[in-house]
């Protein structure tokens, strides 16, 4: 199986600071890579999908590149709404993986 | 809208059954597989079986293989997981998905079902 590492673990930033959360596979998936945002209590929610196509609805400061085995999600200006977990997911294959997720924690 | 509604869950005993249920709305449900996604109390996202559209292809992780089998019904736009042989390491909240086979991430996601497993 792909074993998708996600850095950090947690990270503590504040309202309006550029935040960047890195995803490493451990085989190249090409760009099926997606990312999720999950608020407490909540079902994840899609931001970004193929790496760096932005869903619909989903603020721009939102953004998301790489390809092969090594993804970033940035949020280019935090906003209060952004405290959350945020999760990279591989799609390569029919046995998907997620990061073991990343939690913005206010500073 | 597409709305997805998962029910089903509940406490059981370790070596019990269970049958959760989604009931999808707002798309062609036999037009798109379909997935369940896993998370433990206070743990991280773990896919755990996907089927496709017709439902002639299902797909599971390795730690449920053999236990919980995938299958939907398009008449009645409902996706089930048959949960066997459960142990308390199944305990999770149980999110059905719309999609998910290879080159489609899941979304959306249901509320989700909590499972239990527990003496």
């Known amino acids: 199986d792909i074993q998708m590492t996600q850095s950090p673990s947690t990270l503590s930033a504040s309202v309006g600071d550029r935040v960047t959360i890195t995803c490493r596979a451990s085989q190249t998936i090409s760009s099926w890579l997606a990312w999720y945002q999950q608020k407490p209590g909540k079902a994840p929610k899609l931001l970004i999908h193929k790496a760096s196509s932005l869903e619909s609805g989903v603020p721009s400061r939102f953004s998301g590149s790489g390809s092969g085995t090594e993804f970033t999600l940035t949020i280019s200006s935090l906003q209060s709404d952004d405290f959350a977990t945020y999760y990279c997911?591989?799609?390569?294959?029919?046995?998907?993986?997620f990061g073991q997720g990343t939690k913005v924690e206010i500073k | 809208e597409v709305q997805l509604v998962e029910s089903g869950g509940g406490l059981v005993q370790p070596g019990g059954s269970l049958r959760l249920s989604c009931v999808a709305s707002g798309f062609t449900f036999s037009s798109y597989a379909m997935s369940w996604v896993r998370q433990a109390p206070g743990k991280g996202l773990e896919w755990v079986s996907s089927?496709?559209?017709?439902?002639?292809?299902?797909y599971y992780a390795d730690s449920v293989k053999g236990r919980l089998t995938i299958s939907r019904d398009s008449s009645t736009n409902t996706l089930y997981l048959q949960m066997n042989s459960l142990r308390a390491e199944d305990t999770a909240e149980y999110y059905c998905a719309k999609g998910g086979i290879a080159v489609v991430p899941p979304d959306p996601w249901g509320q989700g079902t909590l499972v239990t497993v527990s003496s």
């Open positions: 997911q591989q799609y390569s294959s029919y046995s998907q993986t």
């Open positions: 089927i496709s559209s017709s439902g002639a292809s299902t």
